[in-house]
């Protein structure tokens, strides 16, 4: 009878060892793991490939009442065309400054209602915040947007997906980053600028501080010494070029077998 009970004990506890376990492994019914944030070809562009030393300054979070006039005003002398990634609150405010960057030639998109960190946000709210800025820029100026920059640069690989689907947006990040929201002054900004950019650049700033304004006439002076155009971004990705192929590996070198040396005849 022991022995009996003994056996019994062992038998329903291991078949609650493997349940717990089979319980702990078990997915959560309903969640799907979450892709990861990658650049999507053809959806997703910080940079472009092309034949040329040419280069998309971009500007993102206004237009500024203030400052906005004073960079058209700049990029005009030069005759240089921007890109500016507006939010659709200060476009609303501003309407006449969005009608002269679009009437200068300057192309606009999308960067959002409010500047939310997309990424958190429900599908709903996302499309929210880009159908109030679009609703808000046609307005202004009839035009029809084909990019959007997430503000943060933040956005997930299946959202650009789905935007790009349902929008037919582009999603426009940047390679070159001064850090201008940070106030470091008008030298480093143009410093750092110049340092970075290199053929297919898309440049970041932001026409909201004053630091950034200042700096321009450096940054575009200099651009221009070293030899780059400057295009919108779309003109960018339209010039794109493929990548040239990666060099095939050198086979590696197989050193040729020794040929033990000849027995010496002996006397």
């Known amino acids: 009878m022991l022995i009996f009970r003994f056996l019994l004990f062992s038998l329903v506890t291991s078949v609650g060892v493997v349940a717990v376990r089979a319980e702990a492994v078990a997915p959560q019914t309903g969640e799907k793991p979450k892709p990861a944030a990658t650049a999507e070809p053809g959806i ?6 092309v034949d040329g030393p040419y280069v998309a300054m971009t500007f993102d979070d206004g237009p500024s009442a203030k400052l906005t006039p004073k960079l058209l005003d700049l990029l005009a002398a030069h005759h240089i065309k921007a890109t500016f990634f507006l939010i659709g609150q200060n476009v609303a405010q501003k309407p006449d400054i969005v009608a002269r960057e679009i009437g200068e030639g300057h192309e606009i998109a999308n960067h959002s209602w409010s500047h939310p960190n997309l990424a958190k946000m429900s599908d709903d709210g996302v499309r929210d915040q880009l159908h109030k800025t679009e609703d808000a ?6 035009n029809r947007l084909t990019l959007l920059r997430p503000p943060y640069g933040s956005i997930t690989a299946r959202q650009k997906k789905w935007i790009n689907q349902e929008f037919g947006y582009k999603i426009v990040l940047w390679d070159v980053d001064p850090l201008d929201w940070r106030r470091p002054g008008p030298s480093v900004v ?8 290199r053929a297919g650049s898309i440049i970041l700033a932001h026409d909201i ?26 003109e960018l990705i339209a010039m794109q070029t493929p990548l040239p ?22 006397d």
């Open 44 to 49: 997703t562009f910080d940079w472009v490939h």
């Open 137 to 142: 820029i046609r307005s202004a100026s009839g």
């Open 190 to 197: 143009c410093n750092r600028i110049i340092k970075m950019a």
């Open 209 to 234: 501080h004053p630091g950034t304004i200042e700096a321009m006439p450096c940054v575009l002076n200099q651009l221009e010494a070293k030899g780059f155009k400057f295009v919108t971004v779309s």
């Open 245 to 266: 192929p990666k060099p095939s590996p050198s086979p590696k070198s197989i050193p040729p077998k020794s040929t033990p040396p000849s027995p010496t005849p002996h």
